[in-house]
């Protein structure tokens, strides 16, 4: 994949113990995602290792390589699904 972790991203993943390899399934195979009014693209995935909460990972897709900016389980994402 063409892509890196923000340091701010590198540092969520630990705090909110969050598996890098869920960020990449997300990022692989989103159960949806759009382009947000910030212009960054906003992947959502179900992690069923996780209760099936959504986990929402936002991409700057405007630098090479893509850079993953944020990384949170997302609860008012099953609202806009």
Not at 8 to 32: G, N
Not at 47 to 55: A, F, K, T, V
Not at 64 to 78: I, Q
């Amino acid at each position: 994949m063409d892509f890196n972790l923000s340091k701010h991203t590198q540092d969520m993943l630990k705090e909110r113990e969050i598996s890098e390899e869920w960020v990449w399934r997300t990022i692989d195979k989103p159960d949806w995602e759009n382009v947000g009014t910030d212009n960054n693209v906003h992947y959502f995935k179900s992690i069923s290792e996780h209760e099936g909460r959504i986990l929402h990972v936002v991409v700057n897709p405007h630098v090479l390589p893509k850079k993953v900016v944020a990384v949170f389980f997302d609860r008012k994402a099953r609202r806009k699904k």
